[in-house]
Every structure is written in structure tokens, then in C-alpha cells.
């Protein structure tokens, strides 16, 4: 059964740090899209990066500050967010696209990040 479990999230003040992981089953991390969003109260759920193999890409908001990655023998992708600000707070989801970072097909129940002081 494919499932996607994201874990990591919690209370950071700005300028702080954490890492999130999306723990996969039920299929390998080779050849599909793997990707983070976000969704803040009020807001619609925005795609903060993407990862495919050697591909990945960021948001612009989040360039220089967040870092994707993967660890195949884990079956885990992570999300490292450095320099973090109120604005990244939200609830963080993980989805899994076989075509594209675009169209995902299956998600994550997400994990809460809040960045205040």
C-alpha cells in the first residue's frame, strides 16, 4: 500500500532550523516526483520544492534557505529549512507525482511547522 508519512515539524523561532522527513511505502523513490507543499491558515497549498534523481527545484520565496534530498536505502525524502521566518509557517506536506512535481497523486497528512518567537 502506498503511504507517505511526514515527520519533523514543530514550534522554531525565526532565524532557526528543522528538518522534515517523508517517509515512503509502498513504492521506491526512483523515477517518481517527490515534492513538499505548504499550506498556511487562509491560504492555498503552495509547492515549496521538488526532487527527481539529480533534478530539484524551489520556490523562489524559499531559494538559499531550504534544501531537498533523498536517501534511496531509507526510502525518505527531507526537507532541510535553515533561517527560517513566520512566514514558513504552515502545515508542510509531502506528495508523490509520476509525471510531474505538478500533478500529485498521492499525499502525506502533513506536520505543522510555526515559526514565532
Known amino acids: 500500500q502506498l503511504q507517505l508519512v511526514e515527520s519533523g515539524g514543530g514550534l522554531v523561532q525565526p532565524g532557526g532550523s528543522l528538518r522534515l522527513s517523508c517517509a515512503a511505502s509502498?513504492?521506491?523513490?526512483?523515477?517518481?516526483?517527490l515534492a513538499w507543499f505548504r499550506q498556511a491558515p487562509g491560504k492555498e497549498r503552495e509547492r515549496v520544492s521538488c526532487i527527481r534523481g539529480a533534478y530539484t527545484d524551489y520556490v523562489d520565496s524559499v531559494k538559499g534557505r531550504f534544501t531537498i534530498s533523498r536517501d534511496n536505502a531509507k526510502n525518505t525524502v527531507y526537507l532541510q529549512m535553515n533561517s527560517l521566518k513566520p512566514e514558513d509557517t504552515g502545515t508542510y506536506y509531502c506528495?508523490?507525482?509520476?509525471?510531474?512535481?505538478?500533478?500529485?497523486?498521492?499525499w502525506g497528512k502533513g506536520t505543522l511547522v510555526i515559526v514565532s518567537s
Open positions: 509502498g513504492f521506491t523513490l526512483d523515477y517518481v516526483y
Open positions: 506528495g508523490r507525482g509520476t509525471f510531474s512535481c505538478y500533478n500529485i497523486n498521492s
